[in-house]
């Protein structure tokens, strides 16, 4: 019994997830950080073959279950087929991919000079939200522009998904995020395809 209510130190990383965005808030080149989360799981699927990350070592999917199950915040409906289904998944992963390579090219606008640095977050890849404060120009070099607009760009991108995971969060279970996640669902790929080559 004891053992079974034994908390190890990654049952915690959900409090990695409220220091990232409050770090990002304050200063966005801490949004750089946010890249832990992108290669952290490839590398448990690449090197590992498995979702470890997922099962265990994602801030994010604990903070959701806190909020939604300890603190009973969510209905604990059941996800919709349709969330879940392959189609929305993989429909959402490549729209995600998009956007992030969207994020990319923007960041390449600004480190060849053809685009200025813009200090605002995007959130839902829709809304510009000015967010001057979390940087000071001339922190860096102007030539390290580029990686100012990064950081804003993947704070964007980080904040938008964990608002979709809060959404879906309070409407249905606390972990219907990890349904259609696109990191998850990248995972679970590379699982299938290292296994399927072996």
């Not at 470890?52 to 903070?63: A, I, M, P, V």
């Not at 992963?93 to 998009?98: A, K, S």
């Not at 605002?120 to 939200?129: D, E, H, I, P, S």
């Not at 990064?150 to 959404?167: E, H, V």
Request: hydrophobic content about 45%.
């Amino acid at each position: 019994m004891n053992s079974l209510k034994q908390k190890h130190w990654y049952n915690y990383l959900w409090i990695w997830s409220i220091v990232y965005f409050a770090l990002g808030f304050f200063n966005i080149l801490f949004a750089w950080l946010g890249m832990i989360d992108f290669l952290v799981p490839l590398g448990f699927a690449i090197f590992g073959g498995n979702k470890n990350f997922c099962n265990k070592f994602c801030g994010r999917g604990q903070l959701f279950s806190l909020l939604g199950s300890k603190l009973r915040l969510s209905r604990n409906k059941t996800t919709p087929r349709a969330i879940s289904s392959k189609y929305f998944r993989y429909g959402f992963l490549i729209f995600f991919l998009t956007m992030f390579g969207n994020m990319l090219f923007q960041t390449y606008l600004v480190a060849s000079g053809a685009n200025s640095l813009r200090q605002a977050v995007k959130l839902f890849w829709t809304f510009r939200v000015p967010w001057k404060w979390a940087y000071t120009p001339g922190l860096l070099p102007e030539s390290l522009n580029w990686v100012v607009q990064f950081s804003y760009g993947f704070y964007s991108l980080m904040l938008t998904s964990t608002l979709i995971g809060l959404i879906v969060m309070l409407l249905y279970k606390p972990r219907s995020w990890c349904t259609f996640c696109p990191m998850g669902c990248m995972t679970q790929e590379i699982c299938k395809l290292k296994y399927k080559g072996e």
